[in-house]
T-cell receptor, first 112, second 112 residues
Framework: TQLLEQSPQFLSIQEGENLTVYCNSS?????LQWYRQEPGEGPVLLVTVVTGGEVKKLKRLTFQFGDARKDSSLHITAAQPGDTGLYLC????????????FGAGTRLTVKP | NAGVTQTPKFQVLKTGQSMTLQCAQDMNHEYMSWYRQDPGMGLRLIHY???????DQGEVPNGYNVSRSTTEDFPLRLLSAAPSQTSVYFCATSGTSAYEQYFGPGTRLTVT
């Protein structure tokens, strides 16, 4: 059972386009993280969101945590080829046996 | 400052063979963990450790053993490799918990 559902699974766009990817769950998160993974490398943490309704910006990337803390989105403005990679969301439950769960990811390709 | 290192980078085993995947970190982090990544499955937690001498099971621990004798090292042992263990394995560390993790470059393991 995938506790974190990410959509879309694959996304291929042209340079300069905007996009949004989603991470959803039926459970409430205490916090949620977004990672980016490039081929042949380990994931790299982009952001952690903690508060319902929170919005964080990282250059052209905007992360939003849903008010009910059950969903999150990542919006990229004016995508560039360097944004290509696998975007993973993850949730950590420190009070549930240190359980750490990742979504399956959205594989983004930005074509020049 | 190497961060998180993993060896080997690639490994091919025959069914029934044993081996140890090495993970070392120089960030003085207490929390270390092992994940496996399979296509369409995201990362799944195998084992984790909150400090030297303390280990615990994650989501998919069967077929794997770990120990944590020092803060720096967290090896993952496969006692009798099976084809189902073909995967990419990542080690990760964090300062106090899994809250914000730093991943190694991964070990690609094939069991034939």
């Amino acid at each position: 059972t995938q506790l974190l559902e990410q959509s879309p699974q694959f996304l291929s766009i042209q340079e300069g386009e905007n996009l949004t990817v989603y991470c959803n769950s039926s459970s409430v998160f205490s916090s949620l993280q977004w990672y980016r993974q490039e081929p042949g490398e380990g994931p790299v943490l982009l952001v952690t969101v903690v508060t319902g309704g929170e919005v964080k910006k990282l250059k052209r990337l905007t992360f939003q945590f849903g008010d009910a803390r059950k969903d999150s989105s990542l919006h990229i403005t004016a995508a560039q080829p360097g944004d290509t990679g696998l975007y993973l969301c993850a949730r950590f439950m420190p009070y549930n046996n240190n359980d750490m769960r990742f979504g399956a990811g959205t594989r983004l390709t930005v074509k020049p | 400052n190497a961060g998180v290192t993993q060896t080997p980078k690639f490994q091919v085993l025959k069914t029934g063979q044993s081996m140890t995947l090495q993970c070392a970190q120089d960030m003085n982090h207490e929390y270390m963990s092992w994940y496996r990544q399979d296509p369409g499955m995201g990362l799944r937690l195998i084992h984790y450790s909150v400090g030297a001498g303390i280990t615990d099971q994650g989501e998919v621990p069967n077929g794997y053993n770990v120990s944590r004798s020092t803060t720096e090292d967290f090896p993952l042992r496969l006692l009798s490799a099976a084809p189902s263990q073909t995967s990419v394995y990542f080690c990760a560390t964090s300062g106090t918990s899994a809250y914000e993790q730093y991943f190694g470059p991964g070990t690609r393991l094939t069991v034939t």
